[in-house]
């Protein structure tokens, strides 16, 4: 008699618990012990076939799925959560001398042995996990130390912290706190794509790690590509009373732990920890700043106690700003946008914080003529606390007999007009807004940025091959694109010209203020814009708008005013306009974008906090101005009321409590605006 096996056939939602399982897996042996055992191609797949089964089943959707870890778009107001251990600051020490005071306190204060464990302090932004049943739960930022923001769906983006611990034995509620990173070249990258933008630079990764955490979208937080290491465990229920042992631990479950950590039983291996790693952290992929010292017993720790400010059992000791000494080759100039002129000096290469630096901004002629900077100098480069690297001094005495002085150039370095320097201002700029080639090139990159024209398709270089081939000159051109004259680039299919030239198409629809911006007239950002869209409602009154005229707008000054009509007087951008107009786009503001609908609210202040169910809160805020209300930030005895939504800020709520001002819930102040009269 023959025995057939009953074949067990996988059904799609053992295939879900399957693929979450071999994510988390791989998503800890590539980001916790970089030892992929797969291709980033084989991972993206398996990550899509999830995908598409969640999406199949929402049923069975799961907050820690690995597929949380490219985040959403939507944007979402972050709440507040009080810590439940305080995050204090810790004291910090400049001098090995204080690291020795600290050492004697904390021996006369135990009077037992104690061990000090020794590390690295990472230059990021704090953050508190909180894990419940090996699941993360919410991840919150030190905020005031007291309480902090709620950042858990951007942290999920984040694939060195487990949404799913691993292993046995941990406690079935903990904290652990860290710090979020942005890695060097990371950062590298993103700092490039924002000078290519002519945005903003960020000065160093804790500010790009802290910045990107606080994005309202997660998406873009995904793409950002943060790490983090952990470094503090905290519980009714720790595994043991050593601090380092714990950490060992929790590596065990999946976080990533600085491998740096060291146990020091003298005075001695403590200032050998800091004189190693004073050199050799130049040569992480990451920013430090100094090192931690922790008392490791915790019984210890809760035996020396806290200040009000911080920790008397550890203290952090912070390195001196990194410079290095290295030659000027030469100083080159770059012309932006705007026309402005940045001389650069070009070096030979040197490592500092862990990159290789060429350059370095030397931001205008004032500081050239400081510096006394001359050809061929031995100079100073620093970047300390400021990762954009910057010449602080000059070795005279390595100069070069006879060597000329650097002079700033006279005229710019792309189409040839003479530089122009305006009263009060450092930077010398091209008056040649419509003819230099950096600056019609950089105006286009500013008309189809997402704040701007939100033209997507086109980025830097895809505008360079334009302008090359001479598809290109200006932003009016870009309504005139046609699919087969794209297709002929290399590299450009015709989805692709299909997309761009529908995207293009699209943006005919932006409202008057964000075309205004677009048109990147100099000193007009997002909020200048929108309040001359207001004040003159169409292109046609604000181009013809005098001085004095353009001075009666609210927060617009002489500046401001001068650069508009110097803008319109221009024959070639009166020029541009006019096509712009006959591609159809919104050169006026919609007649019923700005009308008040009542003076319900009229005179009075407004105060918004919380979560709303709804509308967003930048949706309220736009009722308030349209029914005759001002939006304010703060509570005091002149405020009218607080629109206030779930998780209201305990200290505004305690505020408006002491100065009897009133709580108003959403539905409260919507049913206020439904029964109000048109104006």
């Not at 693929?19 to 970089?34: G, K, V």
């Not at 204080?98 to 042995?113: G, I």
């Not at 290469?349 to 050809?375: C, F, M, Y």
């Not at 005919?508 to 205004?516: A, G, H, K, N, Q």
Request: hydrophobic share 40%.
């Amino acid at each position: 008699m023959v025995i057939f096996a009953k074949k067990k056939f996988m059904t799609d939602i053992d295939r879900i618990h399957q693929l979450r399982e071999e994510l988390h897996a791989h998503n800890h042996r590539y980001y916790i012990e970089n030892a992929p055992v797969i291709s980033d191609q084989a991972f993206d797949a398996l990550l899509r076939e999830l995908q598409d089964l969640e999406e199949k089943y929402p049923a069975y959707a799961d907050p820690t799925s690995p597929t949380m870890r490219v985040g959403s778009d939507l944007n979402k107001e972050f709440t507040q959560i009080v810590h439940k251990y305080p995050m204090l600051s810790l004291g910090n020490t400049y001098s090995e001398g204080e690291v020795t005071d600290f050492y004697q306190r904390v021996s006369q204060a135990l009077n037992e042995p104690f061990a000090v464990c020794c590390e690295l302090k990472f230059d990021g932004t704090s953050i508190s996990l909180t894990y419940e049943e090996g699941k993360l739960l919410y991840a919150v930022t030190r905020g005031d130390g007291t309480q902090g923001d709620d950042v858990t769906e951007n942290v999920k983006t984040i694939r060195s912290i487990p949404l799913v611990l691993q292993g046995e034995g941990f406690p079935e509620l903990f904290e652990i706190r860290g710090e979020i990173l942005m890695p060097w070249n990371v950062f590298d990258t993103l700092n490039a794509e924002r000078e290519r933008r002519e945005e903003p630079l960020f000065a160093n990764p804790r500010n790009a790690a802290s910045g990107t955490l606080k994005l309202q979208n997660s998406a873009m937080v995904a793409g950002r590509k943060l790490d983090a290491y952990l470094y503090y465990l905290l519980g009714e229920t720790l595994p043991t009373d050593s601090h380092y042992e714990n950490l060992q631990r929790v590596k065990k479950w999946g976080f990533k732990v600085s491998p740096t950590m060291k146990l020091a039983h003298s005075l001695e291996e403590i200032l050998d920890f800091i004189h190693y790693w004073d050199v050799e952290r130049k040569n992480l992929p990451v920013a430090t700043d100094g090192i931690v010292l922790k008392v490791d017993s915790i019984r210890q720790q809760r035996n020396l106690g806290y200040t009000a400010k911080s920790p008397r059992w550890a203290i952090a000791y912070k390195f001196q700003a990194e410079k290095a000494l290295t030659k000027l080759e030469y100083v080159s100039y770059q012309v932006g946008r705007t026309g402005a002129i940045t001389p650069v000096a070009n070096l030979q290469p040197v490592q500092l914080s862990g990159t290789i630096v060429k350059r370095a901004s030397l931001h205008n002629a004032d500081i050239i003529a400081q510096l006394d900077l001359h050809e061929g100098d031995m100079v100073y480069v620093e970047k300390g606390g400021e990762i954009i690297p910057k010449i602080t001094a000059v070795d005279t005495a390595q100069r070069v007999p006879g060597s000329a002085a650097v002079q700033f150039i006279s005229h710019c370095p792309e189409c040839g007009t003479a530089l122009v320097r305006f009263p009060d201002e450092a930077a010398h700029y091209c008056p040649n807004d419509t003819g230099c080639p950096p600056q019609l090139k950089g105006k286009i990159e500013h008309f189809i940025s997402r704040k701007a024209m939100n033209i997507d398709g086109l980025g830097p270089e895809t505008v360079d091959r334009f302008f090359q081939h001479g598809l290109l000159k200006n932003v009016a051109d870009l309504y005139t694109l046609r699919v087969e004259d794209i297709v002929q680039l290399e590299r450009l299919g015709e989805k692709t010209a299909e997309n761009i030239v529908k995207s293009v198409m699209h943006s005919t629809e932006v409202p008057f203020e964000r075309v205004l911006f677009a048109l990147g007239i100099r000193f007009v950002g997002e909020t200048v814009a929108k309040k001359l869209a207001v004040a003159f409602k169409d292109i046609e009154k604000l181009s013809t708008a005098t001085i004095q005229e353009l001075l009666e707008v609210n927060e617009i000054g002489e500046r401001i005013a001068q650069s508009v009509q110097t803008y319109f007087r221009n024959a070639e951008n009166q020029a541009l306009i006019e096509r712009l107009r006959m591609a159809g786009l919104q050169l006026a503001l919609c007649e019923t974008e700005y009308m008040p609908l009542s003076q319900t609210l009229a005179g009075k202040s407004i105060v918004i906090s919380g979560v709303f169910s709804h509308h967003s809160r930048d949706e309220y805020k736009v009722m308030i101005e349209k029914h005759g209300g001002k939006n304010i930030g703060s509570i005091s005895k002149k405020t009218s009321f607080v629109l206030a939504g779930e998780n209201m800020g305990p200290a505004k709520l305690e505020k408006a409590t002491s100065l009897g001002v009133a709580i108003v819930n959403e539905d409260e102040f919507l049913q206020m605006l439904s029964t109000t009269e048109e104006v």
